[in-house]
């Protein structure tokens, strides 16, 4: 089950970065930056493959307690549930309804907080995508067998929870036949600003993380929550590219430093993060998730960059063998 897990995360993975790859192709979007997000593809590819190498030689893990089980399953159900009705039965948007789940959770349930949070993107499903709350009761259910599959692998790197939903969301609305939506493309006339805001996201929610001493969960939430409010209130229309797109760049800060041991990456990892945004926009549009599965590639991207010049360095000769060489 856990290699399972891991290929399905993986996939899905694979399969949006080649989708957006291909797009801006087709868009004739220009050779540098079509040969970075392939270098950025590549470098993705890496850290999956290092990852795997990880949970090959770690083994199974101990088994989990059965009543722990059940209660992070209820816990992400809970959460698709009431973000679900927040954003469907009330008039509140996707991004707030989310934020306001995961405030909630890291504040009086900090122990469920993590999968109460990743039920929150199931619930962030567009109702034309999943039209009932039995739907997003099944997306719940796959989305917690997942996050309890994935416990031991993949861990500290933004955007995982909401790959986790998106896979969820993705499995139910195939099996209910509920065919996912397509939207159009987003043209370069507010591209600078969405990369703007995911980069200025992701690094608030980094130091917030890994600098404060606050959790993931509510850095990201709070955030999201904040950033949303102040949008809302300096821009009150046409801002719900911005809201997505800042809200994926706070799962992209929730990175822990062993995966990204420096706020500068963040810069890198907010630009993908915009520009995957932007590229991916007709593929999985409305799925619960999506917008955590664009970060999720964008650390993963970023986090297979280091190691890779981790290991040409590794490869390359020290200074004194240098000198050795140079005076024999």
């Known amino acids: 089950m856990r290699l399972t897990s891991f290929l399905l995360l993986s996939v899905f993975s694979?399969?949006?970065?080649?989708?957006?790859?291909?797009?801006?192709?087709?868009?004739?979007?220009?050779?540098?930056?079509?040969?970075?997000?392939?270098?950025?593809?590549?470098?993705?590819?890496?850290?999956?493959?290092?990852?795997y190498e990880d949970i090959r030689i770690k083994g199974p893990p101990k088994g989990q307690n059965g009543v722990h089980f059940v209660n992070m399953t209820f816990a992400v159900i809970i959460g698709a549930s009431v973000t679900y009705l927040l954003h469907n039965a009330l008039p509140l948007n996707a991004v707030i309804a989310a934020a306001f789940v995961g405030m909630v959770s890291a504040v009086f349930f900090k122990k469920q907080a993590t999968p109460l949070y990743c039920g929150a993107?199931?619930?962030?499903?567009?109702?034309?995508?999943?039209?009932?709350?039995?739907?997003?009761?099944?997306?719940?259910?796959?989305s917690a067998c997942l996050y309890q599959s994935s416990r031991t692998f993949l861990n500290g790197y933004g955007g995982k929870l909401g790959a986790i939903a998106l896979v969820g969301?993705?499995?139910?609305?195939?099996?209910?036949?509920?065919?996912?939506?397509?939207?159009?493309?987003?043209?370069?006339?507010?591209?600078?600003?969405?990369?703007?805001?995911?980069i200025v996201a992701s690094t608030l929610t980094f130091r917030l993380h890994?600098?404060?001493?606050v959790s993931p969960v509510f850095a990201s939430s709070f955030v999201s929550f904040a950033g949303t409010l102040l949008i809302l209130l300096f821009n009150p229309s046409n801002n719900d590219l911005i809201?997505?797109?800042?809200?994926?760049?706070?799962?992209?800060?929730?990175?822990?430093?062993?995966?990204?041991?420096s706020t500068k990456y963040l810069v890198l990892t907010g630009l993908a993060v915009g520009i995957l945004f932007m590229f991916?926009?007709?593929?999985?549009?409305?799925?619960?998730?999506?917008?955590?599965?664009?970060?999720?590639?964008?650390?993963?991207?970023?986090?297979?960059?280091i190691d890779l010049?981790?290991?040409?360095?590794?490869?390359?000769?020290?200074?004194?063998?240098?000198?050795?060489?140079?005076?024999?």
């Open 121 to 142: 993107f199931v619930g962030m499903s567009c109702s034309t995508f999943l039209p009932t709350l039995f739907c997003i009761f099944i997306a719940g259910i796959v």
């Open 309 to 328: 010049l981790q290991s040409i360095r590794s490869r390359m000769p020290t200074r004194s063998q240098v000198k050795h060489l140079l005076s024999s």
């Open 169 to 198: 969301t993705f499995v139910s609305s195939i099996a209910m036949g509920h065919p996912l939506q397509q939207a159009p493309l987003n043209d370069w006339n507010q591209g600078i600003i969405l990369i703007i805001y995911a």
């Open 210 to 213: 890994n600098y404060c001493s």
């Open 243 to 261: 809201l997505l797109v800042m809200m994926a760049g706070t799962f992209a800060g929730m990175t822990s430093l062993n995966r990204l041991p």
């Open 14 to 51: 694979v399969t949006l970065f080649t989708l957006t790859l291909a797009q801006m192709v087709l868009s004739n979007e220009p050779p540098i930056l079509i040969s970075l997000f392939a270098f950025l593809f590549g470098t993705m590819l890496i850290a999956l493959s290092n990852e």
């Open 280 to 305: 991916s926009q007709p593929y999985f549009d409305l799925a619960g998730g999506k917008l955590g599965l664009i970060a999720f590639m964008a650390v993963l991207s970023t986090r297979g960059m």
